[in-house]
């Protein structure tokens, strides 16, 4: 088989099992600029954009990726060399590969190398939507207040050098003081990424910042820019070195960066976008009034689940979570979780099932063909924590409700943070407040609630009784007894009514 690098210029020699795009990239426009070119986002978004702009009346909402941190610098060369161009790679449950070149990515810009080309850009009146994919720690959050973190450096930074911004936030505010001064119609910001109510925070974040760095312009942002929530699910692992090279071989394919991901995907979005948007309802996007309901189902459901099955499949020695998730105690712990302490939060789903929706959960976590690497899924954990998990057990609390197998994943969590597993071996934590959480967990050895005192993650919870002994209690079994035969005692445990 020929081998050919990703370009334009070789797209027609591909395989004729390989989708690649029918349109002329050529004539596309940027309508949407997006920050934050992972992989989700290529599987994702670009992928629904891609679909659509094979209706020629869609020409107009091409996507311009930024690069926005220096970390970033990969992603833009890639696109750079290959035009724009890379491989989204499904692998289906039965193992079964499809193959399609996607290309509504049409413009691709470096934000270290020229802050004014992406302020420009994001403030063309050509551009009517800017989408976020920049990880929950992105926000700016402090989670014990809840408010934006002012003395964040970068933040502090970006107030005094408005020209060569660093933060999101330094970006967005010029880009619209440029709208504003140039009289060009408003913009819709679209947060693509995993935290409840992402439209309503990116506004507060946003308008926070606002208000302290250039407070003339906040009557006009309120005015002329849209923040709709959104709800996004498509599991997309890291790509690895072996998935290139099976594209390579099966396919002929030289893509110096092809995104894997799994065949089911979701957006639901809520319709306010105050400058237009495309007919993503064509591609199977859905639009509602309200995306709450939908959104804390996917939080609560999905994104917790992956953090329980990679904290407890880490302890045990797992390094995918198929692996850990097909280890039955562990499967058998899920299950109960999702159906004791999460589904009796979760209401007003019109039209979901939640049953099935749960079987295909674990059905998701389990294809053996993903290989979802634990280290990722646990990436960062004190930031997902509060978004995933802890909303469960407040809510639960409230209701006097079942918490003891979340209490038992936190407490698990705080072992984790020790940074071995129970093999002996080191665990890869990867996670901004990773320094602070070893020394909490440390702490925790002489007394466990201690763990809990970490307020940036847990807020007040600590103040709750009846969690801090179901954590306390957890911690000691698992110190006592190991992850394994705890996950066993509580799956027999007849107390744990469904």
């Given amino acids: 088989m020929e081998h050919y690098k990703l370009n334009s210029g070789n797209l027609n020699k591909l395989s004729a099992g390989v989708s690649i795009p029918k349109y002329n990239r050529e004539n596309v426009k940027t309508g949407i600029v997006h920050v934050g070119v992972g992989g989700f986002h290529r599987a994702h978004e670009a992928m629904y954009l891609d679909q659509l702009l094979h209706d020629e009346s869609n020409a107009n909402w091409g996507i311009c990726g930024v690069a926005l941190l220096n970390f970033d610098q990969k992603i833009y060369n890639t696109l750079k060399d290959q035009d724009g161009l890379y491989t989204l790679v499904v692998k289906e449950l039965d193992g079964t590969?499809?193959?399609?070149?996607?290309?509504?990515?049409?413009?691709?810009l470096f934000a270290p190398d020229s802050p004014k080309a992406v302020i420009d850009k994001m403030a063309h009146p050509d551009v009517k939507?800017?989408?976020?994919?920049?990880?929950?720690?992105?926000?700016?959050?402090?989670?014990?207040?809840?408010?934006?973190?002012?003395?964040?450096?970068?933040?502090?930074?970006?107030?005094?050098?408005?020209d060569s911004p660093i933060t999101i936030f330094g970006y967005l505010t010029q880009a619209l003081k440029l709208r504003k001064e140039q009289n060009t119609a408003g913009v819709t910001i679209l947060s693509c990424d995993n935290i409840e109510g992402n439209g309503d925070v990116t506004k507060k974040m946003l308008l926070s910042y606002i208000e302290f760095a250039q407070p003339d312009l906040l009557d006009w942002v309120k005015d002329n820019v849209s923040f709709p929530n959104s709800m996004v699910d498509r599991i997309t692992p890291a790509t690895i070195p072996a998935d290139i090279a099976e594209l390579k071989e099966v396919s002929g394919i030289e893509d110096q960066w092809p995104v894997v991901c799994e065949s089911f995907q979701q957006w639901v979005i809520e319709d306010e976008f105050i400058a237009g948007r495309p007919n993503l309802e064509a591609v199977g996007v859905?639009?509602?009034?309200?995306?709450?309901?939908?959104?804390?189902?996917?939080?609560?459901?999905l994104n917790a689940g992956h953090s329980v099955v990679g904290i407890l499949g880490s302890l045990m020695g797992y390094s995918t979570i198929d692996e850990a998730v097909t280890d039955p105690n562990i499967g058998t712990f899920l299950a109960n979780y999702l159906d004791v302490e999460v589904t009796p939060i979760l209401r007003d789903l019109e039209g979901m099932d939640l049953t099935a929706y749960k079987q295909t959960l674990i059905n998701r976590f389990s294809n053996i063909y993903i290989k979802d690497q634990i280290d990722r899924i646990c990436s960062e954990t004190s930031a997902k924590m509060p978004k995933f998990i802890l909303p469960t057990v407040?809510?639960?609390?409230?209701g006097d409700k079942a918490i003891s197998l979340a209490s038992f994943v936190i407490a698990a969590w705080a072992v984790y943070s020790l940074g071995f597993n129970e093999k002996k071996e080191a665990i890869n934590i990867k996670d901004a407040l990773q320094e602070t959480l070893l020394a909490q967990a440390k702490l925790a050895q002489e007394y466990p609630k201690n763990f809990l005192e970490l307020e940036e993650v847990f807020g007040n919870l600590s103040k709750s009784e009846i969690f801090s002994d179901a954590f306390a209690k957890a911690y000691q079994n698992i110190v006592s007894f190991g992850v394994e035969k705890c996950i066993i005692e509580l799956n027999n445990n007849l107390l744990i009514e469904k």
């Avoid at 859905?286 to 459901?301: D, H, I, R, T």
């Fill in 129 to 162: 939507i800017i989408t976020l994919t920049i990880t929950e720690g992105g926000y700016n959050l402090n989670e014990a207040t809840g408010g934006f973190n002012f003395d964040n450096p970068q933040i502090i930074h970006d107030s005094k050098n408005t």
């Fill in 394 to 398: 407040q809510e639960q609390l409230k």
């Fill in 97 to 108: 590969l499809t193959k399609r070149v996607i290309g509504s990515i049409v413009e691709y």
């Fill in 286 to 301: 859905q639009f509602v009034k309200n995306v709450a309901p939908y959104e804390k189902m996917k939080l609560g459901l």
